[in-house]
Structures are given as structure tokens and as C-alpha cells.
């Protein structure tokens, strides 16, 4: 089997759903990834190799900080240009790496390809949802149309939550798949047996993790509050700033008691997950998070770590005999309290981790596709 996947991020960069899921898939089955350009990012426009997954960048579509830029992307004539070169290097690619043949499968988690899949030659085209791509407050003015162009050239539609299914539901007449986020069980379930990281070694206790990407979705607001609340705290970020005006707010209101560790090796976070004595998800409530059904919720399970969250999703809220799951801002204060000085069961997270394995999502993914063929 061959799979061309249109991502919107790197292979190289955050290891995600796209890259888990791909890289659980049949042995018999090799992925072409095709990555767009990101400022300030390695961008390899030649193919190159990792294992089964071949990954090379294409200059596309991409929203940016600067508004003048993404205003430019919108122009008619600079779409036309743009889309045209990026078909030609695509099947460039697909021809070069002996992807170019009908019998393929495309999938895309980036919007924005839509025209360019609708001219490709395919036996299937799946459409993998992980987030609502209209919700980002950064979006790009065409994205609307993108997505509707995306849904109707799909012949399968995947998301991660029930929510989002439905939004889609409202768009699209197709029926949708639910294929939740997961973890690399094996990966995170390791007995807390190194030291902590050294960053962390003097930090003093109770310490209070969040590991992942931060950006406008994160709920900087809450994390004072927090950091106020709790001053004996150590309170933890783990991941990079993907936006400069969360960073720059970050900068000059960081308390004492919170610390932004950057971005670390996906293997080297179980570890500082296993420091933690509470892991949180402070996202902010809107149309993007709406439906949120994130991986670090499951790294956070298969950890054993008491864990603090919004109600963003049934099936964040399904987990609230398990988990604390707070609807305000002032509920995530006294829940992350109440998480501090709780006695969980922690076989019982880590059995609900190991049954979202990443290698179970992956294999519920290749046989919708190869059901879908057969």
C-alpha cells in the first residue's frame, strides 16, 4: 500500500497524531509525507528517508503572525500561482519517489491541498480532522472554503471527538469516523525509576506540569491565577511557543513560581511527566477546543498523574470519575487543589491509557482504509 499525507506540520518537528498513527501502519505500507514550509524551520524540499515514511517540504499555504502576509495568500491570482507550483513539485515528488501511480491512497490533515488532491489520481482520499480547522483564531480568510472543498472530496472523514463530528455532520453529508487520540503506552509507562530532570531536581513540591505546545489557545489568564493561588507551587511548562504574543505576555508577567522549561525530545518527557504531583490542560473555551481530545491527556494517563482539565469534550467528560474536570476557571483552582491532596488509582489511568494505545488507534485507522478498498 502507498499513502500520500498532506500535513500541515513538519515530520521532523512535534510528534503528533499524523506521525504516530503513520508509523504504526502495516509493514507492507510506505508513507509519503509531504510537510509545508515553516519560517525559522529546516525545510527539505528534496525527499528524504525514515524507514517506511519518505518526507519532503512543499512552499504552500500557511498562516503566519503578520497580517499583510496572510492577506497576500488570500489574492486570487497569487492562490492560482501558488497552488500551480505546489501541484508541480507534488507530483514531482510522487514521480521521483514511485508514489506517482494510481494505486495509492491520499490522506490529508491540511485543508489547503484540496484542489491539488481533487487533480490526483487515487483509490481513496481520507480526511483526518484532529482539530477544527476554522477554529483558530490565526486562520487564513479562505480557510472556509477550503474546508467545505476538503469534506467534499473526502471518501472518508475521520475526527478525534464526538463534537467535532457533529460540527462536521452540519457541513458535510458523509458519514464521519471517530478515531480518538492516543498514547505510546510503552513509551510513558515506564516505573519512575531516573532521577528527575535537572531542571526540575531543586524545584520544590508540589509541582504542577503542563506538557505541550503553547499558543493562543492557551489559557494564560488561568495560569496566574494558578501560579497566585498556589505561590508555593512550582509550576511547570513544557513545550515550545508557537505564538510571539503569548510569548511576549509570557515574558513580562511570569511569576516566580512558574517556569518554561522549552521544548524537550518526545522521549525525554515521561520523564518530567513522572516529577510531576499534578498535570493540567489550561486551554481556553472556545470553538477550537470545542471537542479537544488531546494526546498529552493520555501521557498524562499512562503516568499514573492525577490530572486537571476542562469539560472540552464528551470524552473528556466520560473520564470524570477518573479525572478532575473542572466547567470554570475558579472550579480548575479548587480541582487542581482537590488533585494535590487526592489518593487515585493509578492502574486504573494507565489501564485506560494502554486501551487508547497509539498502535490501536493506528490499526483502527488502516482498517477503515482497507475496508473502505475492499
Excluded at 90 to 115: E, P
Excluded at 181 to 207: C, R, W
Excluded at 354 to 362: G, V
Amino acid at each position: 500500500m502507498k499513502i500520500v499525507w498532506f500535513s500541515e506540520i513538519k515530520w521532523t518537528y512535534l510528534t503528533t497524531r499524523k506521525q504516530q498513527i503513520i508509523r504504526q501502519f502495516p509493514d507492507d505500507w510506505e508513507v509519503l509525507f509531504i510537510e509545508s514550509f515553516a519560517v525559522g524551520k529546516k525545510n527539505g524540499f528534496l525527499p528524504k528517508r525514515d524507514g517506511r515514511v519518505t518526507y519532503a517540504t512543499v512552499p504552500f499555504f500557511k498562516a503566519t503572525p503578520y497580517a499583510l502576509v496572510n492577506r497576500f495568500q488570500g489574492f486570487v491570482i497569487i492562490r492560482f500561482l501558488m497552488t500551480l507550483a505546489a501541484m508541480l513539485w507534488v507530483n514531482f515528488l510522487c514521480r521521483v519517489t514511485g508514489f506517482n501511480g494510481v494505486d495509492r491512497v491520499i490522506c490529508t490533515s491540511n485543508i489547503f491541498y484540496a484542489y491539488i488532491i481533487q487533480r490526483m489520481k487515487k483509490r481513496l482520499t481520507v480526511y483526518d480532522c484532529n482539530d477544527y480547522p476554522l477554529g483558530f483564531s490565526d486562520t487564513l480568510s479562505m480557510a472556509p472554503a477550503y474546508y467545505k472543498k476538503t469534506l467534499a472530496i473526502a471518501d472518508i472523514v475521520v475526527t478525534v471527538s464526538k463534537r467535532i463530528a457533529d460540527i462536521i455532520a452540519k457541513d458535510s453529508a458523509k458519514q464521519v469516523f471517530l478515531i480518538g487520540n492516543g498514547v505510546d503506552y510503552e513509551l510513558f509507562d515506564q516505573t519512575k525509576t531516573e532521577n528527575p530532570p535537572q531542571e526540575m531536581a531543586a524545584m520544590s513540591h508540589p509541582i504542577i506540569l503542563y506538557s505541550g505546545a503553547i499558543s493562543n489557545w492557551f489559557d494564560i489568564d488561568l495560569l496566574l491565577l494558578l501560579s497566585s493561588v498556589l505561590p508555593n507551587a512550582s509550576l511547570v511548562l513544557v513545550g515550545p511557543i508557537l505564538s510571539q504574543s503569548v510569548r511576549t505576555k509570557l515574558n513580562d508577567k511570569l511569576p516566580a513560581n512558574v517556569h518554561w522549561l522549552g521544548e524537550k525530545k518526545y522521549t525525554e518527557l515521561p520523564r518530567y511527566v513522572h516529577s510531576a504531583d499534578v498535570c493540567i490542560i489550561p486551554f481556553l473555551k472556545n470553538d477550537l477546543t470545542s471537542g479537544l481530545n488531546p494526546n498529552k491527556l493520555y501521557e498524562y494517563l499512562a503516568c499514573g498523574k492525577p490530572i486537571v482539565v476542562m469539560d472540552y469534550s464528551d470524552e473528556i467528560i466520560s473520564l470524570s470519575s477518573h479525572i478532575f474536570v473542572a466547567t470554570t476557571r475558579d472550579e480548575f483552582i479548587a480541582k487542581t487543589t482537590e488533585a494535590l491532596n487526592s489518593n487515585i488509582n493509578t492502574d486504573s489511568l494507565r489501564t485506560i491509557a494502554r486501551e487508547n494505545s497509539w498502535k490501536k488507534k493506528s490499526e483502527a485507522f488502516a482498517k477503515l482504509i482497507q475496508d473502505r478498498l475492499a
